[in-house]
């Protein structure tokens, strides 16, 4: 595929537009969330645990990519689990760890939701050169990588920050 033309655009003004596309993937994110019955944390958490796959997550890990505390990750795990999202497993290389999976009747009730809005962003990529995609894929890569980063740095709890103290 040749690349269309492309309108011309400022950092500022792609700022702006990844600002409206977040704000607006986050009211999607809630809908979402409360057409499966979770809530926006539980959610974002079902889809760590779903993107791991085989590789399976510990309880600290999911904390850890959520920013909550153990015990709040706890509090996540056990309503995922009573909703039959998600099973416990012993961890086979140590028997004092547990391990979270995501049930495969779950996974499939919760893609039924996001299917067509990802089927409708693959038609949008297809109005993009191969060299396109690349650049957009190297963005979202660098971005989530700054943005994590950020959060790493600033968004912890006892990280100094505005209106925060040590």
Not at 92 to 112: G, H, I, K, M
Not at 113 to 128: G, I, M, N, Q, W
Not at 138 to 161: I, K, M, Q, V
């Amino acid at each position: 595929m040749r690349a269309k033309p492309r309108p011309a655009a400022t950092p500022e003004q792609a700022l702006s537009a990844m600002d409206h596309l977040i704000a607006t993937h986050l009211v999607g994110q809630h809908e979402i969330a409360q057409q499966v019955g979770m809530n926006m944390t539980d959610l974002t958490c079902f889809a760590y645990v779903m993107e791991a796959g085989e590789n399976l997550l510990t309880p600290g890990d999911l904390a850890a990519r959520v920013h909550v505390t153990t015990g709040a990750v706890t509090g996540i795990l056990n309503r995922l689990e009573r909703a039959g999202y998600i099973t416990r497993r012993p961890d086979p290389t140590d028997r004092r760890r547990v391990r979270v999976a995501a049930r495969p009747d779950a996974v499939a009730r919760v893609l039924e939701v996001y299917e067509p809005y990802y089927a409708r962003l693959t038609e949008l990529f297809a109005d993009y050169s191969p060299a396109e995609i690349a650049v957009l894929n190297d963005w979202f890569t660098r971005a989530s990588t700054l943005a994590a980063n950020y959060l790493e740095e600033h968004c912890r709890p006892g990280t100094p920050g505005p209106g925060r103290s040590t």
